[in-house]
């Protein structure tokens, strides 16, 4: 069983910033890729960024250049660093762990729970 633990999030002005994390435990041997995904009221659940197991990064195009992943494979944690944050920006931020490998080879897809970020004027 594998059990994410997010944080970080909460209410910020326009222009501002946060850093979201999410913490992996459990019985699980890697985790390949890491990612962040955000669902905002009344529409779909849409890709934020990913960073797979040797730090190689993809990010939605509305939020290049603002929204950084990175992780820490020693504590099973990923980041979302969200700067120049936009009204638009307002959503559940999910993270979510890919292809992790929990033994007898056998992988599965994780979602943690979601944390709120809403961006004010």
């Known amino acids: 069983q594998v059990q994410l633990v997010e944080s970080g999030g909460g209410l910020v002005q326009a222009g501002g910033s946060l850093r979201l994390s999410c913490s992996a435990s459990g019985s699980f041997f890697a985790i ?71 033994g007898r080879g056998t992988f599965r897809n994780y979602w943690g729970q979601g944390t709120q970020v809403t961006v004010s004027s």
Request: hydrophobic content about 30%; charged content about 25%; some cysteine.
């Open 32 to 102: 390949n890729t890491m990612g962040w995904y955000r669902q905002a009221p009344g529409k779909e659940r849409e890709l934020v960024g990913t960073i797979n197991s040797v730090g190689g990064t993809n990010y939605a195009d509305s939020v290049k250049g603002r929204f950084t992943i990175s992780r820490d494979n020693a504590k099973n944690t990923v980041y979302l660093q969200m700067n120049s944050l936009k009204l638009e920006d307002t959503a559940v931020y999910y993270c979510n762990l890919d292809r992790v490998n929990i």
